[in-house]
């Protein structure tokens, strides 16, 4: 079959793509977006503004930045887990939006009635947000079939972690998205942890780009700290489903910085491991660096933006800190009462 794994670790420096200034630009105002948005997120939480389930995706940004970038916006679809502030944002949702909804106000994007895991945009083609692990990926290939039956073009991508890459139900997805040829990519976010379960330990095999072998789908194994590599690689998986060729894998290394929740023992991994992915690999570093050698921006520029993406930030927690609660009567807006 045509396995494709390429470890894009071993490349070397030559064969790295490289960005424009505008897409190093783009790449660092929306991973800062992120991570900046992600510390408030925690930050509020341990204050008691947000209450249930938080998971925050600091570390990992380069991933959806770098497919999202390769794209096309407001017309391919996207869905993921319960870590999804980052893939809202970097989809063009309110930020307001989003952190009011994560402090359960009516201003939120479900009215403050859904939490963190459970925001959804039909406009914006992002479909959540979901707590089950493994069921968008099921969904995503629904995504995808709905796509090929309207013809309209588009493209599902569907995020899960390593975690989720050994549910039952993904297996049964890939048969089907590979015999009907649908147009999704597979997203798989290795970041070597599902809660505090390292993969050697749950993972009977741990190249998680070879998952879909049996079933003919090709994959690759992708450098997800890199978001030139992470776009690189996602323009031709992208490319792959849009022309008809049925699914495609990609297996993004990664690394999450925080706990898997807002709870989290910490004792399944070393501080130094941590310490060494936020030093030698981060991905807003990589960018940062590439436009202050290339000469492109100067410290000063940088911190102009920096400033920019802290004021939407701000605003964003000043708005999720004063907008109200839902009335009582919205616990019988949105919902399907039967008889
Ligand atoms: C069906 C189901 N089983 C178990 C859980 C509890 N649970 C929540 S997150 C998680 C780990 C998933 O890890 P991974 O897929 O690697 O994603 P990550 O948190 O690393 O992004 C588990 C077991 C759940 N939410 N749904
Ligand atoms: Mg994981």
């Known amino acids: 079959m045509a396995r494709k794994a390429v470890a894009t670790q071993a490349k070397t420096q030559s ?9 190093d630009l783009e790449a660092y105002r929306e991973m800062l977006l992120i991570r900046r948005f992600e510390e408030k ?9 947000i209450g249930g389930f938080c998971h925050l995706y600091i570390g ?9 970038m390769a794209s096309e916006k407001g017309k391919d679809a996207q869905i993921t887990g319960y870590r999804d502030h980052g893939h ?3 989809m063009g949702l309110d930020p307001k939006g989003v952190m009011a909804e994560l402090t359960g106000r009516s201003g939120g994007l479900s009215k ?3 939490g963190s895991m459970h925001m959804f945009s039909n406009e914006h083609r992002f479909y959540g947000g979901n707590g089950i692990v493994g069921a968008q990926v099921s969904l995503g290939a629904g995504l995808a079939f709905a796509a090929k039956y309207k013809g309209d073009g588009s493209v599902s991508l569907a995020y899960f972690g390593d975690g989720a890459a050994n549910q039952g139900q993904v297996y049964e997805t890939f048969n089907m998205a590979k015999l009907w040829n649908l147009p999704v990519v597979f997203v798989i976010e290795n970041n070597k942890y599902a809660m505090g379960t390292a993969i050697e330990r749950a993972s009977a095999t741990t ?10 789908i090709p994959g690759e194994q992708v450098d997800g700290m890199d978001v030139r590599m992470v776009h690189d690689a996602a323009k031709r998986a992208i490319e792959h489903a849009r022309s008809g060729k049925g699914p495609f894998i990609l297996e993004m290394l990664t690394y999450r910085y925080r706990g898997h929740s807002m709870s989290d023992p910490a004792k399944y991994r070393t501080k130094e491991e941590v310490t060494q992915y936020r030093q030698e690999r981060d991905p807003i570093e990589q ?6 050698e290339s000469g492109f921006q100067t410290e000063e520029d940088l911190k102009t933006i920096e400033n920019g ?15 109200p609660e839902p009335a009582a009567a919205e616990l019988w807006t949105d919902i399907t009462i039967s008889a």
């Open 207 to 216: 190249d998680f780009s070879m998952r879909g072998a049996s079933f003919n």
């Open 112 to 114: 403050g009635k859904g």
């Open 309 to 323: 993406i802290r004021a939407i930030v701000t605003e964003a927690a000043d708005f999720a800190t004063n907008d």
């Open 287 to 292: 960018v940062k660096a590439r436009l202050l």
């Open 15 to 23: 064969n790295i793509p490289q960005f424009t200034k505008e897409q």
């Open 60 to 68: 990992q940004e380069a991933v959806v930045t770098g497919i999202t």
């Open 88 to 90: 809202m944002l970097v």
């Open 41 to 49: 997120a925690g930050q509020m939480y341990g204050m008691g503004l």
